[in-house]
Every structure is written in structure tokens, then in C-alpha cells.
């Protein structure tokens, strides 16, 4: 059976460091357009964006790209992607791929491999991916989120402290760790099926989320399994600031 699923991708208009963000072009387009494009790559059988500005909407139709307006209180890119899956009717079992509306670079071959992550077990509701982590200084970067999985790939814990602590190789300044096991940084692109959507909407916040500052914690924390499957590298950074903005213009102008 030829694997089927959703991307639905939020899009803010509103940003701290770059407002309009998705709207700012890139290689002579806007970010959104790029963003669609790797979808697109990833033959994605519905494409839409989420989002709650006009100016997004009107650019993503002409596009030829679906676009719905959402609510402008939800507090994360998941309960906005739950209103459309609510929104559009999607079945209990439709899988859905968040891919955020800054990721102009990242790769369709990680698209699908998240959503086939997800289809390919019974039992998580949700999957991510992650990468080894090769420079062990990102090992003890708080910025770097890691992950230790047990032996069925599900996630123990998300954390931005280097787990798992290798007593007697790491000192608070840092370390080399022994080798016996890989290091795992967390790569946020998330596949869910409806059904664990509406759970999760259901859901309080948790201590434990507030305190490493990562949303993913509430899935651990009400108990469920997050599925992860580990990929060849960390994919390009997104656009966060205006240096990434020239960053991302000189990788993508190189390839048209």
C-alpha cells in the first residue's frame, strides 16, 4: 500500500524578530511558497495552511495552495493543526505532517519519512525524527533539544540537558562521551493521526513542559508513546532572524 498522508502547515503572521515572517521572499518568493514547494516534493496527497492573517491567506490561494483561517488564541502549532482536521472532517486515522512555515530547506525525503515513521506502527499516535549528534559540544547546548529512545524507538525523555548523563565522562564544563551509545538531537517535524490530536486538544499543560520549556513533554507526561525515527543528518536551520533570512536566500538563489 503507497503511503498516504496530510500536511497541514501553520503559518503566523505575527513575529518577534521578523513580523510577516512567511510572507518575506526568498529567491523571489515568498517563504510560504517554499515551504508548499517541499511538501509538494514529498507527494503529499492534501496540502494545506493554517493560519490566522489575511495577507497569508490571500498569498497562499494565489499560490494555488488551500489555505484556512484559524483561531488567533491557540497556543501552538498543534491545536491549530487539530482545528483543521476538525475543520475539514478528517478521519480518526488520517496521518498529518506539521511542517512548520519557516522550513523552506527542509528536505521532502524527511517529510515522508516521518509520516511512514507513524504508518508503520501501532503503537504511538504521534512520531518525530532525530538526528545523531556528531559535534559533542551540541551535546551540552541547551538550544540543542535531545532524546533518549528505549529499544522500540519510543521516546523516554526530551530534554535540552545532555541525556543520557554519562557519569564519570561529563563534568558540568563539558565531556567526551564513552562512545557506547548515540546521542540523538530532537528534529521538531511531528506526524499525528487525528484521533491523538483530539486527545492531546483535551489535554492540561504540565509542569514537567514549563520547566525544560518543550511542548513535547505533555505527550510523555499524560502518557503516551512518541514514536522517533532517527535520519542521516540535522536538516538546515529555519528562519528565525534576518541573518537566517540571507542565509536561506544564498542556498535556495544557488539552485534556480
Not at 528505549?150 to 565531556?175: C, D, M, Q, V
Not at 512518541?226 to 532572524?241: E, I, L, M, S
Request: hydrophobic letters at 40%; charged letters at 20%.
Amino acid at each position: 500500500m503507497s503511503l498516504r498522508f496530510k500536511v497541514v502547515i501553520p503559518a503566523r503572521y505575527a513575529s518577534t524578530r521578523l513580523p510577516g515572517k512567511p510572507l518575506l521572499k526568498i529567491a523571489g518568493k515568498p517563504m510560504i511558497a517554499h515551504v508548499c514547494d517541499r511538501a509538494q516534493e514529498a507527494d503529499a496527497e492534501e496540502i494545506i495552511v493554517a493560519t490566522d492573517d489575511e495577507r497569508i491567506l490571500q498569498t497562499v490561494n494565489d499560490l494555488g495552495i488551500k489555505a484556512i483561517m484559524t483561531s488567533p488564541d491557540h497556543q501552538s502549532g498543534t491545536e491549530r493543526i487539530a482545528e483543521i482536521a476538525r475543520l475539514c472532517g478528517w478521519s480518526h486515522d488520517e496521518i498529518i505532517v506539521n511542517l512548520q512555515g519557516d522550513e523552506p530547506l527542509i528536505p521532502p525525503a524527511y517529510i515522508r519519512e516521518v509520516a511512514s515513521a507513524l504508518a508503520g506502527q501501532q503503537q504511538a499516535g504521534i512520531a518525530t525524527l532525530a538526528a545523531e549528534i556528531i559535534d559533542n559540544e551540541e551535546i551540552f547546548n541547551p538550544n540543542a533539544v535531545k532524546v533518549v529512545v528505549n529499544k522500540a524507538g519510543l521516546a523516554l525523555y526530551f530534554s535540552r540537558a545532555p541525556i543520557p548523563w554519562e557519569r564519570g565522562h561529563f563534568t558540568h564544563a563539558g565531556g567526551t562521551p564513552s562512545g557506547k551509545m548515540p546521542y540523538l538531537r530532537h528534529i521538531g517535524m511531528y506526524a499525528y493521526m487525528v484521533d491523538f490530536l483530539n486527545r492531546y486538544c483535551q489535554w492540561e499543560a504540565s509542569s514537567l513542559e514549563s520547566v525544560e520549556s518543550l511542548e513535547q513533554l505533555r505527550i510523555l507526561w499524560h502518557g503516551e508513546s512518541v514514536q522517533v525515527k532517527v535520519v542521516a543528518q540535522t536538516p538546515a536551520a529555519g528562519v528565525d532572524t534576518p541573518e537566517d533570512l540571507i542565509r536561506v536566500e544564498q542556498i535556495l538563489s544557488a539552485y534556480r
